[in-house]
């Protein structure tokens, strides 16, 4: 089963630092639980993954979310995934609880590697409007709602094969925007492979560059919106990323692939984004669109395109010491 698990270290910063800015308000009050819930739906996804869990108003909410009993509800809440269409109700999907394994150090500052998630594997209709439904033991109600975000898609390049020059000349990436849809990000990766002298398995390695967001018109979708990066610089951070100068002796370095990813990203989380990044995440405003509780529940769409890499700069004289070789 193909696990899309969401990057929770930027929001759930943001949603935590808004918790933590509250626990000024009394010392002496008594501890106030909270649900915080960060959920990203994605209409193109095999499985949609959502984060459920509790905060403390007057207590340390970083120290808290580094221990899973502090976080993690004692019991598994009732969520329902409520899907409509022209206001009627299409299906309704009940969340079951999954333990990712594999959460590192700095993904999230949450507990790790173990870290619970609700989910469902049914299919989300990319027309439909959702609902999220969380019912704790007490009878409280946790909710929120979102339209989802119709796919992307990327106009341009249209050839088979994508050309990096070291030149300080613009390359141009053009993207159609989504439907429900402001913000759109747009980011290169690049894969190659990596083999170090004494060890005998090579090593898959990619670097990505994140171009700067732009930003819709209207929600209607299907406009065009252009991304341009000077061609030089994808080389000068590729050499700040791979760091040769702490290479052992003899490193060796083989293309694969490059990547154009575009991602859209609904109403309410361009809103939180554009907000945090504007007042800073120490003294972000208290957005959230829960009803009852706190975080973001959104949606988004992702296009991805695949090309060879000509790689004839990375051969070059100018990068041989990135240690790239023909295979």
Known sequence: ???????????????????????????????????????????????????????????????????????????KLDARL??????????????????????????SIFYFPNSLMYYTTEPL???????????KKDGELITATTEMTSSVSIKKPIHRILTIQNRDNNNLITVLSAKNAIRHECRLVFYYKELIPGNPDTLNKSYTWVLPAQTAASVDGGE?????????????????????????????????????VATAGGYELTTMINLSQSTGMANSTQYTNIENGYGIFSSRSSKMRSYEFNADVLFSTAYRHLGFIQE
């Open 224 to 260: 065009e919106l252009v991304f341009t990066y000077v061609q030089r610089n994808f080389y000068v951070l590729l050499e700040n990323h791979i760091k040769p100068e702490n290479d052992v002796h003899g490193t060796k370095r083989f293309v694969n692939k490059i990547e154009i």
């Open 125 to 135: 209709d990319s027309e439909a409007i959702y609902t999220l439904e969380i019912y």
């Open 82 to 107: 409520i899907g409509k269409k022209n206001g009627n109700i299409i299906h309704q999907y009940t969340l079951d609880t999954i333990t990712i394994h594999n959460k590192q150090a700095g993904d």
């Open 1 to 75: 089963m193909k696990r899309h698990i969401l990057s929770f270290l930027f929001l759930f910063g943001v949603i935590i630092s808004i918790i933590s800015c509250k626990t000024d308000v009394d010392l002496y009050a008594d501890y106030e639980e909270i649900v915080v819930v960060y959920g990203i739906l994605e209409p193109d996804v095999d499985t949609t993954y959502i984060k459920i869990t509790k905060a403390f108003l007057n207590g340390n909410a970083y120290e808290m979310a580094k221990i899973p009993d502090s976080s993690n509800f004692s019991y």
